[in-house]
């Protein structure tokens, strides 16, 4: 054989070692990515679950000034009851902060359901 083959052949067995040792790496690094990712995801959801009601009214708050509105037809002071019914849900809006603090949530939850994905195909090519 001539040099030149020679020198593929040897090229070609260095490449696919250096190749083999890499997938291993990655592989490996992409498996940590996916467990960290789907544990990150799990607690970044509970959070979100346990902090949505703070976005939304609380129904007692809308029970009250309905019971009160009744208590006063009741009563015969139709002036102070007033003619619409009482809807104090109307005027809420949520915290700035609890907007801010659930926006960031779901933005963590987005990055890391991204970076699963992005494992996920890492390792299927």
């Given amino acids: 054989k001539d040099n030149r083959s020679r020198f593929w052949g040897l090229y070609k ?3 696919e070692e250096h190749d083999d040792e890499f997938l291993e790496r990655y592989n490996s690094d992409m498996d940590i990515v996916l467990v960290f990712s789907g544990l990150f995801s799990a607690v970044s959801t509970t959070f979100i679950v346990a ?3 703070s976005l ?6 809308t029970t009250h000034a309905l019971l009160t ?4 037809i009741g009563l015969g002071t139709f002036a102070a009851a007033g003619s619409a019914p009482a809807t104090p849900a109307s005027t809420w809006s949520p915290p700035i ?8 949530a779901y ?6 359901l ?11 090519w």
Avoid: C, H, W, Y
């Fill in 13 to 15: 067995r260095v490449a």
């Fill in 51 to 53: 902090m949505e009601s």
């Fill in 56 to 61: 939304s009214p609380d129904p007692n708050d």
């Fill in 69 to 72: 509105q009744l208590v006063q």
């Fill in 97 to 104: 902060a609890t907007i801010r603090i659930q926006s960031i």
């Fill in 107 to 112: 933005a963590s939850l987005s990055f890391s």
């Fill in 114 to 124: 991204l970076a699963a994905f992005g494992a996920v195909l890492g390792k299927q």
